[in-house]
Structures are given as structure tokens and as C-alpha cells.
């Protein structure tokens, strides 16, 4: 029986913002967990198609579950889970069942990149006969983040073409095509009272009900058997021909295995997960399960997802496909998930894209492939129309002060990257002039600059006003934000991660060595964890050890203490350029940050970097357990900060 990691979580993305995904021990933990869930405008209009099935292998008499449901009030039925022998997740998941007498059963799920199409295979180990495998799909057709309830609006109705079936649960709604080399008999069922402990654990509704249509039938003793689920439309209609599920099955194996032996390294294949179409171009989903693209996340995920792993063409692409979207200086932080206008409701998204674009021009350089006029030409652009709307002023008090800082901020209105927000109340609201929010203004200054000298005098004004009025000598640190709420001349100077900005994580580097030092020094010693950077300092007022409870608890503790992987990166980029950037510095950099951050790769969600985790030890993985930016910043460190074959910019 397989004991170890039983809840972490496996994801099979299909590059369009739909994907499947579920748990080691098979027993889904959340709502979002499912065999099939699309997009039908990718990558929004996510739709839970296929959220499970139950499976099961007749043979002497006897019936061997080879899945397991979590129900009401907390009842585990069948025992399949018990019956996991071993649990692999590469090349995709693949679960071994150990039955009666020796008998195994080999169970595999991959997802057609490409296509919301979900390839589910068994196989028998042994020469046993007799064995009759039993799938049962357990379908719902409801927006991802919402829940299922019995209702006599399903329909229940199976059409037959040849070796497919097709359901049609709801108008509106994606048909769900099934084919199989199975025999397939109409036995519709409710299946009840569904429990998923994580929404529970998270104070979210937590129950539903799923219906089943009918059941699938195969003589596994025969050969392997194969379904193949898929969203009714055009792209499947576009990937499954006329050949059997078998022939049909294999294909698609053989494709899908190809093209994923092409990743350099199992990371590389994991960052392609968050690469996925919007419109006739390409985003960054921020994480699965529940974001989908948001401007700030893709900015900062980008540099590691794609300059550090090569992907110049995709940032590119990328970042054209945003230099559009610049408004009255902003670029949106979030595209609403049903349609409507985007969000402009950021301070900082637009001057992280300032430095996306500078990494990725300077990386196309090193690449010897500099990009095509036009393309410099947008670029230029979008970065002047940003720098003059913030230098203009533009909304929620967005404008250039008269010491060369940016000032920013309203009441109710959350704008920099710690954005919790219950009700009308904004946790950390940080009103003022904050201090990663500056670093990041005076790296975009110094940027625009390479491009007009209209920038160069704001720069310098700048720096020095930043220097002066930010370092705490008293403290040792710098303050996290200068006139708070607008009040001149005073200051907020919490113990936060946001200053470490000022000397790692961006191109320009703000301070003279020997503040720079203190600054990381100090970091390190209060809010370095084995999994990133705390949001807040354990002995400051209103610090949280644990990310838990409600909506409300948690959300109040999001910023509050609570620890962030993606910090890790501009933490360590300065940890290693205090101490001159040497081979020494990164070797021992790897080891002492690096390395703690991959060993819990296979605990939370396999493969990939989670959103947050406790502040205090263990240091639980908490939120989203597949985050773009928490990935894209290790890779950054891992394959440009890191590396021994080049030196890190003092």
C-alpha cells in the first residue's frame, strides 16, 4: 500500500488553460480536481467536464476497486486506494494496483497538449484471464469554480457513433465525447454527497454530486484498455480521426511521449504547463488550479519560464501580445474570467513588464537574434507611454513626486503585489510610496533611458531620494513604505521582503556595498525559510504563523507572515552579488537556497513550486499548488543566476 505523499497533487496541462488533475492517492481533494476540464476561451471559460470515475476489475467472483471517493461526513468507499502499489509521474501518472494472487493493474492519464483530450489506459501484468475492468465516468459540465447538485436538468441521453459516445449534460455546456474499445451500456446514476476536505479545510462549500451516465466494460485480459475523453468541438474533432481508440490511443501515446522526451530537463516540462493561447497569441496562466493569466504574475514568471529556459520566441510573442493593452500608463493586472474589461488595478504590473522587455531584449542580443524593428519599435513605445502616464499621474493617484519617487494609492484599493482585500478592507494597503514599487520605478527610468535621455534627470533625482529616504540606519534595513497614506516625511517601517528589490531581482541595483550587505544580511536572518521569503518578520504586530481556516483567515494572514517561493529569487540574485558574484558565492548559494526549495518538489504539487507556505516550521506548502512565478523564479535561479559559466551583475 502506497503511504508516502498520498494527497499531493499531479497536473496534466493541455496549453490552452484546461488540464486534469487530482491527487496520488486517486480521492479528489478539490473542487477543481477532474479528468476533463477545458477552456472554452482559452484560457478562461473553464468547464469541469469529467470530474472522475469509479473503476473497478471483476474476476473470480469477486469485484477489486481500483478507485476511491471521499463522501459525507468523511467516509472513504471503495478501498482502490488501498490497493496502490507505487505511484509514478513521469512521464505522466501512472499508478500500479496489486490485486488477488499477485495480479497487478497498470493505470495511466496523460492529456493531449494542444486539445482538451484526456487519454485514461489499463493494463494487465500477468497472464491471468477473466478479468472484466468496469469505468464508470462521473460527469458534472459546471463552471470550475463552482459545484454540481443532483437536478432533473441533466441529461442523461447517449448518442453512439461507431466506438464513441457523446453526452450532452447541459445546453451551453462542451459535450463530452468518449471513445473506447470497451463495450459501453447506458446505466444512468446519481452519485451523491461527494466530500472534498481541502475546500473544507479552506471554509468553502464542500460537497456534490456527480452523475454517471453509464458504464464502460473491457476484457482487460485481452488488451490494454483505452478511453479517450474529450470536449466536444472543433479541436477534438480536429485530433481524433476514424481509427480505433485503440490505434487512436497509441498515437496519441506516441506523440504526447515525443514531444515531452524534447524538454531539456523535467522543470523545462513543467514550465510548459503555464504557456498556453489567448486569442490568436500566447499568456502565462499564473497557477492551476484556480488563476488563470494575470499581468504582474506573467511579467515576473516569464524571465525564468522562458528567457532562462530559452523560449525567446514565446516571451516575445508574449510580451507583443501585452504592449497592446497599455492604458493611460497601466497595463491590466487580470483579464475577468468570464469576458468584461481588464483590470487596470496595479501599480507595478506596468514597470514589471518595463523589465521583462529589457531582459528580453537583452537576451535576444546574447542569442545573436536582435529582434525585428517594428517589434523594437512597440516595445520602445509601450515603455515610453508607460513611463510618461506614470510621470503624468494617471489612476488611483498614480504620479511622479516632486523628490522623484512614485507615489501611489487610495483608500479600498489594493495596488502592489501584497493585494489581500476582504470586503472594503485591504489588508496591506501600503498607500504611499513603497519600496519594491520604487525600485521597480527606478529600474524602469533607467531602462527608458537606454532609449531617451528625457528619463535620465527623473533617474537621478531618483536614486538619491531613494538612498536618503529609505535606509532605516537605526534599524539596519530599509523602511517598507515612505510617506504612508501621503503623509510627508514620515514612515512605515514594518520588516518586510519587499526591499530586497533594491539590491536583487532587478537589473539595477540601488545601493552603495556596504548598505546592500546589511540589507541581505538582515533579510536572511528574519525571513529565509526552506521555501522562500515570509511576508512578514515573526517579531513584528500582526504576524501569522499558518495560512488557514476561512476565506476571511486566511486572506488576513496571505501577507501577513506567510512565506512566497518567489521571493527566493531576488533574495538569493542579491545574496550573490553582496559577495561580488563569484563561483564560490553561487555554489554556495545553490546549495544553502536552491536545493532546500527542489527537495519539496514531490510533496505539494509534483514537479512544480507552490504558491505559499506557513511561516512558521514545517513550513506546510500551502495555496495554489502549481504557481508560475514560484517555478519561474527557481528556473531563474537555477539556469541564469546560478549557473558557474558566467558572472552575476554587482
Not at 488501498?82 to 496489486?98: G, K, L, T, V
Not at 529616504?469 to 534599524?475: D, G, I, K, P, Y
Not at 523602511?479 to 518586510?496: E, I, K, L, S, W
Request: glycine share 10%.
Amino acid at each position: 500500500m502506497l503511504t508516502e505523499n498520498r494527497f499531493a497533487e499531479w497536473l496534466e496541462a493541455d496549453g490552452l488553460g484546461g488540464f486534469a488533475s487530482g491527487t496520488v492517492s486517486g480521492i479528489r481533494t478539490r473542487r477543481y480536481h477532474a479528468l476533463l476540464l477545458a477552456a472554452t476561451t482559452p484560457p478562461a471559460g473553464r468547464f469541469v467536464l469529467v470530474n472522475g470515475i469509479e473503476a473497478w476489475v471483476e474476476w473470480r467472483g469477486e469485484r477489486f476497486a481500483l478507485s476511491s471517493q471521499r463522501y459525507t461526513p468523511d467516509v472513504i468507499h471503495p478501498d482502490g486506494n488501498e490497493r496502490i502499489e507505487s505511484f509514478e509521474a513521469e512521464p505522466w501518472p501512472r499508478w500500479r494496483f496489486r490485486l488477488a494472487d499477485g495480479v497487478r493493474v497498470e493505470q495511466e492519464v496523460f492529456v493531449k497538449h494542444g486539445a482538451p483530450i484526456s487519454v485514461l489506459t489499463w493494463r494487465l501484468w500477468g497472464r491471468e484471464t477473466g478479468l472484466v475492468l468496469c469505468v464508470r465516468p462521473l460527469l458534472s459540465g459546471r463552471d470550475y469554480h463552482s459545484l454540481h447538485h443532483e437536478n432533473p436538468a441533466f441529461a442523461f441521453a447517449t448518442e453512439r457513433l461507431g466506438q464513441r459516445v457523446v453526452w450532452r449534460p447541459y445546453t451551453g455546456v462542451p459535450g463530452v465525447v468518449a471513445l473506447s474499445n470497451g463495450q459501453y451500456a447506458s446505466e444512468p446514476e446519481w452519485y451523491r454527497n461527494f466530500l472534498y476536505a481541502v475546500e473544507r479545510a479552506r471554509g468553502l462549500d464542500d460537497s456534490e454530486d456527480l452523475a454517471s451516465p453509464g458504464v464502460f466494460r473491457f476484457d482487460l485480459s485481452h488488451e490494454e484498455a483505452v478511453l479517450i475523453l474529450a470536449a466536444d468541438g472543433k479541436q477534438a474533432e480536429a485530433e481524433l480521426d476514424d481509427r480505433t481508440a485503440s490505434e487512436q490511443g497509441a498515437r496519441l501515446r506516441d506523440a504526447e511521449r515525443t514531444r515531452r522526451a524534447g524538454f531539456v530537463s523535467r522543470l523545462h516540462r513543467s514550465a510548459d504547463a503555464y504557456l498556453v493561447k489567448r486569442n490568436t497569441g500566447t499568456t502565462i496562466v499564473a497557477g492551476y488550479p484556480w488563476f488563470t493569466d494575470w499581468g504582474r504574475d506573467t511579467f515576473i514568471a516569464l524571465r525564468g519560464l522562458c528567457l532562462a529556459t530559452g523560449r525567446l520566441d514565446d516571451a516575445r510573442a508574449i510580451l507583443l501580445e501585452w504592449a497592446t493593452t497599455v492604458s493611460e500608463g497601466m497595463l491590466p493586472n487580470r483579464f475577468p474570467d468570464q469576458g468584461g474589461e481588464p483590470e487596470y488595478n496595479a501599480v507595478d504590473a506596468s514597470l514589471w513588464f518595463v523589465v521583462a522587455v529589457h531582459e528580453l531584449l537583452r537576451a535576444m542580443r546574447a542569442a545573436k537574434r536582435p529582434l525585428a524593428p517594428d517589434d523594437v519599435r512597440t516595445f520602445c513605445e509601450a515603455i515610453d507611454a508607460i513611463l510618461s502616464g506614470y510621470a503624468g499621474g494617471t489612476r488611483y493617484g498614480i504620479r511622479v513626486d516632486v523628490d522623484g519617487l512614485l507615489a501611489a494609492g487610495e483608500p479600498g484599493v489594493q495596488l502592489t503585489w501584497m493585494d489581500a482585500k476582504i470586503g472594503d478592507w485591504v489588508v496591506t494597503p501600503r498607500i504611499g510610496k513603497p519600496v519594491e514599487v520604487e525600485a521597480l520605478w527606478l529600474n524602469a527610468l533607467r531602462i527608458g533611458g537606454y532609449h531617451s535621455e528625457r528619463w535620465a534627470e527623473l533617474f537621478a533625482r531618483g536614486c538619491e531620494s531613494f538612498r536618503t529616504r529609505f535606509w532605516n540606519e537605526a534599524s539596519g534595513y530599509l523602511n517598507d513604505v515612505v510617506d504612508p497614506y501621503h503623509q510627508a516625511g514620515t514612515v512605515d517601517p514594518t520588516f518586510r521582503p519587499n526591499q530586497i528589490f533594491a539590491v536583487g531581482g532587478l537589473p539595477c541595483g540601488l545601493l552603495s556595498p556596504p548598505v546592500a550587505r546589511r540589507v541581505v544580511d538582515a533579510v536572511e536572518a528574519r525571513l529565509v525559510t526552506p521555501l522562500g521569503l515570509r511576508s512578514l518578520a515573526p517579531s513584528e504586530p500582526g504576524y501569522r504563523a499558518r495560512y488557514d481556516g476561512g476565506p476571511r483567515e486566511r486572506d488576513s494572514a496571505y501577507h501577513q507572515g506567510t512565506v512566497w517561493p518567489w521571493l527566493l529569487g531576488a533574495f538569493v540574485e542579491a545574496w550573490v552579488r553582496v559577495r561580488g558574484g563569484t563561483l564560490d558565492a553561487r555554489r554556495a548559494a545553490r546549495a544553502r537556497f536552491l536545493a532546500p526549495l527542489y527537495a519539496h518538489l514531490e510533496e505539494y504539487g509534483i514537479g512544480h513550486t507552490a504558491e505559499i507556505a506557513d511561516g512558521d516550521p514545517p513550513h506546510a506548502q500551502r495555496g495554489c499548488p502549481f504557481q508560475a512565478w514560484s517555478l519561474g523564479e527557481a528556473l531563474r535561479l537555477d539556469l541564469t543566476v546560478l549557473t558557474e559559466d558566467r558572472e552575476v551583475a554587482r
